[in-house]
């Protein structure tokens, strides 16, 4: 792994780990909503679907929370409506995904897994092609927009969730306990993380 590979994935693990602190503190509905992490069992059976190794940042993030159970009772998603899939559930879309290729500037690609959803039409992909130390791209998958999927919103799962984490900081993303959901101000997004389509 290399360095800057290494940093990265040890900020991913701090921005989880204090999103998480800010949302159960909150009492936000996806705190209680979080899954285990996956084991290394299934890593390696997803690694065997996919047929790439999966980077370091992916790894990470699966092994903090295997997505969130909408069984719940709560209001799980993001405060951008996407919901946190899990492993398997990212496999399934995955395989839906690329069975379906509408035009060739919507074209899936068979190492791109999906991280967050609103629904099977719509996805945050991180792309697990660079092998285990690569930084992992982040795109989005809409069948209802016309802007092509290969567009990088990002250059890695660490800047999605470094941004997630500071609107939420900054109180631009804040989880109302009596309307059991969560309020935010569009007008305070900064543009260059608007512009990602991942806010």
Known sequence: MSQGTGAESSRLRWLLHRLEE???????????????????????????????RLPEEVRVWFGWHDGVDESAGVQTSLPFLRELVSLDLALDLRWEFL????????TYRSAWLPFASA????????????????????????FWTDEPWDIIR???????????????????????PQAGGWENNDRQIPEEFDQTGLV
Not at 23 to 52: F, K, M, N, S, Y
Not at 154 to 176: C, D, F, H, K
């Open 22 to 52: 800010r949302w159960v503190a909150e009492g936000a509905g996806i705190a209680a909503a979080l899954r285990p992490p996956v084991t290394e069992e299934q890593l390696r059976q997803a690694e065997a679907e996919i047929g790439a």
């Open 99 to 106: 069975s379906d290729a509408p035009r060739p500037e919507y």
């Open 154 to 176: 990002t250059p890695s799962l660490t800047a999605v969730v470094e941004m997630w984490w500071q609107l939420t900081e900054q109180g631009i993303y804040r989880w109302n």
């Open 119 to 142: 629904g099977p039409s719509n996805a945050f992909v991180v792309d697990c092609s660079g092998g285990t130390a690569a930084l992992t791209p982040i795109h989005i998958v809409d």
